[in-house]
């Protein structure tokens, strides 16, 4: 069994009914803030965790519920959770046993169901629809206010189990076959692990007490139960010394705390105070302090630890108190039946290694010590480590929320399976910022990554302060990765804008057998019949340059461009700002843009070019081009530049001089568009 989906409606950030559908093992919910992370876990407890409080607040309430709704009924909330069969369950097993008063379904999978209602009884209607018609303000806020001091206290909740019209109130203890256990971001792990008459340490530390017995399954209960017996009294036996010694120890000192209860008269009647009593194993729990021993073999109590470090110790302790909860040999009938570990923002107090094994910890873990697991998070570690059928991504648009799956937007197709594998193997800290960015620019490499942000500033449009990532994908992978976001094709693909930014790469080949594709400068595209040309050799620049809706590509203009270098050039043919300290051939850039700004013919452009590779192409592409030749020089310019750029090194120089020494630089038309789309509108 397992929770399978989770519905809401008017609870928080969730107004229209909203359905999440779950996994059987790990969920991890991501997304932007205020997204419904939390919420989700809150629904779960006020379902699943008995000791929970069921009652809301004016803010639990989806504050997108217009006046018109608030004046025609009072509001309400609920939450829904559907239980279904696992897959290898065992008929007629505990978990149906546990639900069997829940069920809406009896076929294979069965199904069960809970809900709950929060609401304002049927005999308050009228008083409600009175007072609140009678309010004639515009202001949300002031129908809320009247809710909250006139009507909220009146409000009641229900649990019901099965179907809902049916009304069958849930059965308390029913409920505590669940064990809900969930850890908030700021908890104090100190006072759990260690205060109170009843800490976590000592639960944990009676269950596993001669754990070597109750595990043996060479011995019977009997045995068992006497084998403890014959401890706990060695026990008592061993210590009888202890308390005699203290008895001797006090022995002058009783007489005068005596000489007390005399004068008092606490002693009336010949009864006098006096010490005696056992020394249990149960009570020398509290004696026991939890110590970190590193390798050198120094011990260092545990609430001097970090709080990072306590909160794995608090983790793991926690899985143990879950597995004592859930061992029907050592609770009986109260033995919990399924067990929910919620962890919200477990990188709060983790660095991103120990965040990787605490997540593969419960991974390899949770079918033995717990049944199901949520875990809410903002971090792209996390979400690294994962497999994208464990994620739940949820964006929030104005006032929805889409939940989208990345593992199911992929088929069992082979196409669709390599993309997935290859998103899973390449899938980063840094290409994970995508699930939680509100739009994406995707590049090709990292001149585009470093550039582009100045560019958008150079335009007044900040990307960071919208919120908008751009991933460098470190190469034509697009394909794969847009899968993810590609909502025409599949509802489960994330709701987000996603503007592409990439190279036509234009080649050719010659017109013989088994010849090769090669480059092609952009401007001989089509010049000589001895060659098969290709304007673009990127696939995904025609898949998607049609498309209308979340996904655009943006890319050089066919025919005349080639690269985002090259566009770059063509864009700023003679700025000798863009020659940079790391670039080979400078003088010669340099020369050629002097030669170019003064309208210097073609051929002495060429004369004062080193003889090379690019040369002699250059020279047999300019036999049969048609251009002009104030469009040939910017060709030219921009082929060179090109030819002698290493990309990562030339980029870093570029950024770092657009922003120390406030360059304008004219942005290529394809770059400047891309930014224009994926910036929202004022």
Known sequence: MYISELNLENYRV?????????????????????????????ALSILFDHSSSKSM???????????????????????????????????????????SDWLIDLESPYKAKITYHYYLPEKELENYLEEINNLSSSNPNDYWQLIESKFLRKYKYNRYVGNPDHKNRLDSSDLKKFDF??????????????????????????????????????LSDR??????????????????????????????????ILKYADKTGASFDGSKP???????????????????????????????????????????????????????????????????????????????????????????????????????SHSPNITAAVDLDDLIVLNKNDISVKISYPGRVFSQ??????????IERFLDVTKSDMFFAEALIFVEGISESLLVPEFAKQMDKDLIDKHISIVNLGGRHFKHFLKLFDLEKNDAALNK?????????????????????KSCNPFAVNNDDQFEYKECSNATVDKYSESDGNIRIYTQEKGKSSTFEYDLLLSNPCNKDLITESMSNQDEIEKIMELAESDSSIDDILEVMNKNKFKKKLKKDLVNSNLEADELRKHIIAGRFLDSTSKAVVAQELAFKLISDDLEIKIPDYIKEAIKWIYPEP
């Open 181 to 218: 256990q969930f850890l908030s971001p700021i908890r104090d792990v100190e006072r759990d692990l260690y205060s109170g008459s009843k800490t976590l340490l000592k639960e944990v530390i009676d269950f596993f007490m001669d754990y070597d017995i109750k595990t043996d399954n060479d």
């Open 57 to 99: 607040s004016i803010n639990d309430f989806s504050k997108n519920i217009t006046i018109a709704e608030l004046k025609e009924k009072p509001p309400e909330i609920k939450i829904t959770a559907i239980l279904e069969e696992s897959e290898a369950e065992e008929n007629y097993s505990d978990d149906l046993v546990t639900v």
């Open 274 to 376: 006096e010490f005696a009593g056992e020394l249990l194993d149960t009570e020398m729990y509290s004696a026991l302090k939890l110590m970190i021993e590193d390798k050198t073999g120094i011990q260092i109590p545990a609430d001097q630890n970090g709080l990072g470090y306590n909160n794995l110790i608090y983790i793991s302790l926690l899985l143990a108190k879950m597995q004592k909860d859930a061992s029907g040999d050592y609770l009986g009938s109260n033995a919990k039946i399924y067990s929910i570990l919620a962890i919200e923002e477990p990188e709060a107090h983790l660095h991103p290694n120990m965040q990787y094994l605490f997540l593969k910890f419960l991974n390899d873990n949770q079918e033995d010590e717990v049944r199901q697991i949520f875990i809410s």
């Open 413 to 422: 197709k082979e196409d669709d399976q390599d993309s997935k594998k290859y």
């Open 14 to 42: 969730f107004k229209e009914k909203i359905k999440i559908e779950f996994n059987e093992g790990i969920n991890v919910l991501i997304g932007q803030n205020n997204s419904g992370k939390t919420t989700l876990i809150n």
């Open 497 to 517: 804008k996603v503007a592409c930014i990439t190279d036509l790469d234009p080649v050719r080949r010659k017109n013989e057998e088994n010849a090769k594709w």
């Open 223 to 256: 045995e068992k139960k006497e084998e403890i017996r014959k401890n706990k009294n060695k026990f008592n036996q061993d210590t009888k010394p202890l308390l005699k010694q203290l008895h001797q120890r006090m022995e002058a000192g009783k007489e005068e």
